[in-house]
């Protein structure tokens, strides 16, 4: 009973507004003409508001239904990419179409859609958590992407999630090239002039591209990509673009500021792309640097 009366004595004047706001609606409502439609007016302005909220919400929670579904069809029709210009790289290949052709190691990729379920933007050593691991098909060492552009790369993994270090990371250093740069006469592409990516904290947008020579011609807004020169990532995937560009410490080079092409901070799908040489590829590189090691024995 002391229970009751301390909740009035606390609450008593709250209940009392209220009881008072219902005693004055209903007088309203019940009241002349112009008290009717007064009240009417404004409940049906409540009930209007009330139903767009609903609406607002259902066509939100639609959409992000809609954006995993996309991200799912986007990952097959990219791994079907993948294998329609494998297969016309060997039916196009000169000679005996017998032989096996040339392997070209853009195109021996497969794609896995993903949900980032944890995302950190504000620390240095940031990273992110995929709902997709082992059992998914997702392995360490595994290049993620969003919208065609670079993420980062699995780093660790489980049986159902995957860990990401992202380019939002100064350990995620990316070897990258500037687009259209060192063509020749007939306006082919041959760009040698490899930089490195590198985020050094603070702004999510903006990451700086070093090692770059002086003599190859830049310009704002100059697109920047995936070099190729990686154990990840296929060669021409989208970085960023530069933001601006002057003279580092090291005359010899640029220091390149690029403004990022993913949003991290609003990152939600992405893909994982399985490079299908990849472990065969690092095994035979590991032996070199095991050979090196040992002094160059054989």
Partial sequence: MSALFKFFVRYGNYLLFIFLEVIALVVAAHGGAFQRS????????????????????????????????????????????????????????????????????????????????NNSVGAIDNYMTLNRGKLDGIDEDMSVIAAGSAVGVVESVSDHFAIVLPLLNPKAQLSCKIAGKNTDSLGTSHIKDIGSLVWKGGDTRFAHLEKVPRHVPLKKGDKVITSG??????????????????????????????????????????????????????ILQDSIHVKKNEGGKR
């Fill in 229 to 282: 020169y990686s154990d990840f990532f296929p060669e021409g995937l989208q970085v960023g673009e530069i933001e601006q560009f002057g003279i580092s410490n090291d005359d010899n080079y640029y220091d390149i500021v690029v403004r990022l092409s993913v949003n991290f901070r609003q990152l939600e799908h992405v893909e994982v792309l399985n490079y299908k040489y990849g472990r065969e590829l690092r």
């Fill in 38 to 117: 007064k009240f009417y007016a404004l409940s049906h302005g409540v009930a209007s508001r009330v139903y767009a909220i609903r609406e607002e919400v259902t066509h939100y929670i639609g959409l992000s239904s809609a954006n995993e579904q996309l991200s799912v069809e986007n990952s097959v029709l990219r791994t079907e990419l993948y294998r329609y210009k494998q297969l016309y790289q060997q039916l196009s290949s000169p000679g005996d179409s017998v032989k096996r052709a040339p392997l070209d190691p853009t195109l021996a990729y497969e794609s896995f859609a993903a949900k980032v379920i």
